[in-house]
């Protein structure tokens, strides 16, 4: 049995002014698979981001997400059927602490899935919530220790350094409980050592989930990656496996940079 389709984007088109951003893309990830995102700058992967996570309406084109036509629904409906995101721009609550975002991302997660209108009466899910709150806080606690956020657990989140911000974006993204996440280049900002350890831990944070992931570095790529698209212009180009995409000719020479016959060591 082949794996159900998380998001299917089919001949997406998106303009600004006589600025054609998105010109019909076609992309299908499947339920569990980790795919990534790359192209220049300006080709357009915010933008298509924007437009599968509700933000933007596209022009043209159907977005589904597991198999349901979401095209054009509002952001909050989308994290109710299951989609989260990070931004390229950390967005945070600033005067919130770091323990008190996470915290609150858990349980916001969990009111969208369980607080189904008319289904069970508001008192009912306070006392059940209450019931839940030390395994909320457990729950939170281990998100900060994963992302080395632990040390600064009681910062306002505003005061974070820019790495640390980026990680409680990541985090916050995550605790949601979302089942499919958009990742917006999670390791932008970052030196090597950050970035690593934030790959490594999507790596396991990302089991069971989906996450289509905007990357520039090809290293993260191909550690995350189980699959690639690449985006020129607003159409893809190319979508196949790390290793056959750093070797397509088409994209070392439109993205890559590289000269399109492999000569490396
Ligand atoms: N709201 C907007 N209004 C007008 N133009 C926009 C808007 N959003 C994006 N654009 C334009 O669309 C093009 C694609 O932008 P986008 O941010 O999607 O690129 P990107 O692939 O994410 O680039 P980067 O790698 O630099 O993040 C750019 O030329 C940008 O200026
Ligand atoms: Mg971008």
Not at 246 to 256: C, F, I, K, P, S
Request: hydrophobic letters at 45%.
């Amino acid at each position: 049995m082949t794996a159900p389709i998380a998001v299917r984007l089919d001949g997406i088109a998106r303009r600004f002014g006589a600025t054609h951003v998105l010109n019909g893309v076609a992309l299908s990830v499947t339920a569990g698979e980790r795919h990534a995102l790359i192209g220049p700058n300006g080709a357009g992967k915010s933008t298509l981001f924007n437009v599968i996570g509700g933000t933007l309406r596209p022009d043209a084109g159907r977005v589904w997400l597991d198999g349901a036509d979401v095209t054009g629904h509002r952001p909050d409906l989308l994290a109710r059927a299951g989609l989260g995101r990070s931004f390229q721009t950390t967005r945070l609550f600033a005067r919130q602490t770091v323990w008190e975002n996470v915290r609150c991302a858990l349980w916001c997660g969990e009111m969208a899935r369980r607080a189904r209108p008319g289904a069970i009466s508001r008192l009912a899910i306070g006392t059940r919530w209450l019931r839940r709150s030390g395994e909320i806080d457990a729950r939170a606690w281990e998100v900060l220790v994963d992302l080395d956020l632990e040390r600064v657990a009681d910062t306002p989140a505003g005061a974070l350094e820019y790495g640390a911000q980026r990680r409680l974006d990541l985090g916050i993204a995550w605790a949601s409980g979302a089942r499919t996440l958009l990742l917006d280049e999670p390791t932008a900002g970052m030196n090597r050592d950050e970035a690593a350890r934030v790959i490594a831990w999507l790596q396991r944070a990302s089991v069971g989930k989906t996450v289509l992931v905007i990357e520039h570095d090809m290293d993260a790529v191909q550690a995350l990656a189980d699959r690639v698209s690449v985006l020129v212009q607003g159409r893809i180009v190319a979508t196949g496996r790390p290793a056959d995409i750093r070797a397509d000719a088409r994209v070392r020479e439109a993205y890559l940079g590289l000269p399109p016959a492999e000569e490396q060591p």
